[in-house]
């Protein structure tokens, strides 16, 4: 069965980094485009970052851009959220999620993770 | 950026009801918008895809409808185990982006 499981969250003084990891297990890794979308306390859904099944292509959301990078090893079945400067607003659950990628075309949200959660705090 | 409004915001309905959630793209995203749904603690869980399309082994009571701009979620008979947070998300284009979420309860 799809297992993805995200580790690397902590809490964090504002302006350190931090990397976040999601292993991926039960399907095959270097088909399919990953996300990250994180979850402010209380709060809706917000998308962060994607990356193409063979890491080609990569977006980001505006708030995160610059400062976030997001990366895969297809060999080892994980991807990475490496997150620098970062800041209180971005305390948030960063969950990983698998999208179907065909013809360059990423779609929506098939598999989730249970999250790890990231605090940002002095 | 495509901004994404749902509403309700929040949905009170008694158990057998029928729910329907509406969601508004600020342009034309086509069919590419999704639903999901969480429960409180989980991870989101995709119902919807493609405006219509029921992902697998999800209950029939859930349909989707629209294109263009403005989409309908639909429960036909509400469940006690269907309280949760629905949420639609288009994947037309970058920045993907979600509704501010439904927050359903039982009445």
């Known amino acids: 069965q799809v297992q993805l499981v995200e580790s690397g969250g902590g809490v964090v003084q504002p302006g350190r980094s931090l990397r976040l990891s999601c292993a991926a297990s039960?399907?095959?890794?270097?088909?399919?485009?990953m996300h990250w979308v994180r979850q402010a306390p209380g709060k809706g859904l917000e998308w962060v970052a994607v990356?193409?099944?063979?890491?080609?292509?990569?977006y980001y959301a505006d708030s995160v851009k610059g400062r976030f990078t997001i990366s895969r090893d297809n060999s080892k079945n994980t991807q990475y959220l490496q997150m620098n400067s970062l800041r209180a607003e971005d305390t948030a659950l960063y969950y990983c999620?698998?999208?179907?990628?065909?013809?360059?075309?990423?779609?929506?949200?098939?598999?989730w993770g249970q999250g790890t959660l990231v605090t940002v705090s002095s | 950026d495509i901004q994404m409004t749902q509403s309700p915001s929040s949905l009170s309905a008694s158990v057998g009801d029928r729910v329907t959630i509406t969601c508004q793209a600020s342009q034309d995203i086509r069919n590419y918008l999704n639903w999901y749904q969480q429960k409180p603690g989980k991870a989101p869980k995709l119902l919807i895809y493609?405006?219509?399309n029921l992902e697998a082994g999800v209950p029939s009571r859930f349909s989707g409808s629209g294109s263009g701009t403005d989409f309908t979620f639909t429960i036909s008979s509400l469940q006690t185990e269907d309280i949760a947070t629905y949420y639609c998300q288009q994947d037309d284009n970058f920045p993907y982006t979600f509704g501010q979420g439904t927050k359903l309860e039982i009445k």
């Open positions: 039960g399907f095959t890794f270097n088909s399919y485009a």
């Open positions: 999620a698998r999208s179907p990628e065909l013809l360059r075309r990423i779609y929506y949200f098939d598999y």
């Open positions: 493609g405006a219509s």
């Open positions: 990356i193409s099944y063979d890491g080609t292509n990569k």
